[in-house]
């Protein structure tokens, strides 16, 4: 499961991962307050790419499909 990210700069979505065990609501949240991984100035997305903290121009939770 992903939390969908969209980055300045980019076209399309990008994702961050959610950890085994974490809702995605815990980690929007953690992500909102910066904490974890999500304190650092560089964020690595689900793809491996990092990105810096405030290119990040949009986030949400994953949709039901």
Do not use: C, K
């Amino acid at each position: 499961m992903n939390l969908t990210v969209r980055v300045a700069g980019r076209d399309g979505e990008d994702h961050l991962a959610i950890p085994d065990g974490t809702s995605s609501r815990d980690e929007l949240a953690r992500f909102l307050n910066r904490q974890g991984p999500y304190a650092q100035m560089w964020i690595r997305l689900a793809s491996g790419d990092f990105v810096r903290y405030e290119s990040i121009v949009s986030i949400s939770e994953p949709r039901d499909e």
